[in-house]
């Protein structure tokens, strides 16, 4: 299957900061998606982004397909960012190994 | 917008007992729901995929003895966990997509505990 991975595996912030996180797939996925996980397990979708970039608020993804990776950008980061992020490619959902986030006050 | 609705929050049962947890799609029709079984501190595990009115189709090492799926109707898919044994003990997450909507919802999963 799809191997997804994705970096860095655990980060730690300071509320304020910006950080970036990487999803790389082996093969084309088609299409890309962006979950948080928060710490009482609810998954909620950031983004659905096959290619190019789009935005919401603070966050924002990049997805270059062509090269088989995509970024999510969180900006000015805040304690309720904290969890996990997973990237999934939709064509059979291969989820991601994931990013643990936590930012602190 | 769309709303998944995924019940028992939280079960503990028995070894040797059965389990049912249900997936609902509270504002749209979700054509195709998913299950998914996430560990502690690790990703999430597609274990099938249901589509309505029909068979569920399992992952590669997921047994559907075990694991029984009904997707009965557009806004209902049960997960029935049979016979469960401690090591099912485990994080189950639901997710449905609608016809119209091309992303996936998710339900707040049900953490099940074996004993």
């Known amino acids: 299957g799809i191997q997804v991975e994705q970096s860095p595996p655990d980060l730690i912030l300071q509320e304020g900061a910006n950080s970036t996180l990487r999803c790389n797939f082996s093969?084309?996925?088609?299409?890309l998606q962006w979950f948080h996980q928060n710490p009482w397990g609810q998954l909620i979708n950031l983004f659905y982004?096959?290619?190019g970039t789009k935005q919401n608020g603070r966050l924002s993804a990049t997805t270059v397909a062509t090269e088989r990776y995509s970024l999510l950008y969180i900006s000015s980061s805040q304690t309720t960012d904290s969890g996990v992020y997973f990237c999934?490619?939709?064509?059979?959902?291969?989820f991601g190994t994931g990013t643990r986030l936590t930012v602190i006050p | 917008g769309a709303v998944v609705s995924q019940h028992p929050s939280r079960v503990i049962c028995k070894s040797g007992t059965s389990v049912k947890i249900e997936c609902r799609s509270l504002?749209?029709?979700?054509?195709?729901m998913f299950w998914y079984r996430q560990f502690p501190k690790q990703s999430l595990m597609l274990m099938a995929t249901?589509?309505?009115?029909?068979?569920?189709?399992?992952e590669q090492g997921v047994e559907k003895d075990k694991f029984l799926i009904n997707h009965a109707s557009l806004t209902l898919s049960t997960l029935t966990v049979t016979s469960a044994h401690p090591e099912d003990s485990s994080f189950y997450i639901c997710?449905?997509?609608?016809?119209?909507?091309?992303?996936?919802?998710f339900g707040s999963g049900t953490r099940l505990t074996v004993v």
């Open positions: 997710s449905a997509r609608g016809q119209i909507y091309y992303g996936y919802t």
């Open positions: 093969d084309s996925v088609n299409n």
């Open positions: 982004i096959p290619s």
């Open positions: 999934a490619g939709l064509n059979n959902l291969f």
């Open positions: 504002d749209f029709q979700a054509t195709t």
């Open positions: 249901s589509n309505e009115g029909s068979k569920a189709t399992y």
